[in-house]
């Protein structure tokens, strides 16, 4: 391929930019992963807590919840903290995450537990979403290995993994995992989540500036679920070693 069909990165139209997830980032939770998509860094984080909201009480069910938000300084200006709560964006960035996450959990064999999963933003170079999802799946995986591996569980409820990527329409060409700049000028932004078996969990899409036909959507969705596919097999690598904290794609 030459330099011609190259983006303003460097990177081939399907090409991932350098994919990192570091495990145990932090000392305290039950779970944290330390995800980077290229110059996009997001801390995940999973705690255990022993009781479930009002609406699941006695049902013997256990429930997946996430927050999400980004430091102050993660973009190229300051923002100000969401001290009123978090914005709109905000809102509808974590309950992505916590519906994707609840796709892959079977929530009768988690118990009447809940896993809080909080998803922060110390770096942002687009998809930042789709990162928080890749790498919260893991440190998921991890809170709940902590109960398998002490009795407090007999097996993991987790069915499947989940991972998430953009793609999008850039000067007419399908490109995988856009960052700021690409994803700034899109004339079409998708997000996409699915499963490491290949299913669908949610698909976001948006025409920026001329609608799209049906055969471009399905070129899209085939360039994620190659994207996912290697996402997946790389978190799945993670959660099969024992003693390597660091994991790159």
């Known amino acids: 391929m030459t330099t011609t069909h190259l983006r303003q990165d460097g990177r081939r139209p399907d090409q991932l930019r350098p994919v990192t997830i570091t495990r145990d980032y932090l000392r305290h939770p039950e779970g944290s992963v330390l995800v980077e998509f290229g110059d996009t860094k997001v801390i995940c984080t999973a705690s255990l807590e022993d009781k479930v909201p009002p609406f699941l009480k006695g049902q013997g069910k256990g429930w997946v919840t996430a927050e999400y938000g980004m430091l102050p300084r993660s973009t190229n200006t300051r923002m100000n903290r969401e001290r009123g709560g978090p914005s709109g964006r905000s809102q509808e960035i974590q309950r992505l995450v916590g519906?994707?996450?609840?796709?892959?959990?079977?929530?009768?064999?988690?118990?009447?537990?809940?896993?809080?999963?909080?998803?922060?933003?110390?770096?942002?170079?687009?998809?930042?979403?789709?990162?928080?999802?890749?790498?919260?799946?893991?440190?998921?995986?991890?809170?709940?290995?902590?109960?398998?591996?002490?009795?407090?569980?007999?097996?993991?409820?987790?069915?499947?993994?989940?991972?998430?990527?953009?793609?999008?329409?850039?000067?007419?060409?399908?490109?995988?995992?856009?960052n700021y700049v690409e994803d700034s000028t899109a004339e079409v932004d998708m997000n996409v989540v699915m499963t490491g078996a290949g299913a669908f969990v949610?698909?976001?899409?948006?025409?920026?500036?001329?609608?799209?036909?049906?055969?471009?959507?399905?070129?899209?969705?085939?360039?994620?679920?190659?994207?996912?596919?290697?996402?997946?097999?790389?978190?799945?690598?993670?959660?099969?070693?024992?003693?390597?904290?660091?994991?790159?794609?």
């Open 99 to 178: 519906r994707s996450l609840r796709s892959v959990v079977e929530m009768a064999k988690l118990g009447e537990r809940t896993v809080w999963v909080d998803c922060d933003v110390v770096q942002a170079d687009g998809g930042t979403r789709t990162a928080a999802i890749t790498g919260a799946f893991v440190a998921v995986a991890d809170a709940i290995g902590r109960l398998v591996k002490t009795g407090a569980l007999p097996g993991s409820p987790l069915r499947d993994c989940v991972a998430a990527i953009s793609v999008g329409m850039v000067g007419n060409r399908p490109v995988l995992d856009l």
């Open 202 to 249: 949610e698909v976001q899409g948006t025409a920026e500036q001329t609608p799209f036909p049906k055969a471009r959507l399905d070129e899209l969705l085939a360039l994620a679920g190659d994207g996912i596919g290697r996402l997946v097999d790389l978190q799945r690598r993670v959660l099969a070693a024992r003693d390597d904290k660091q994991f790159r794609l």
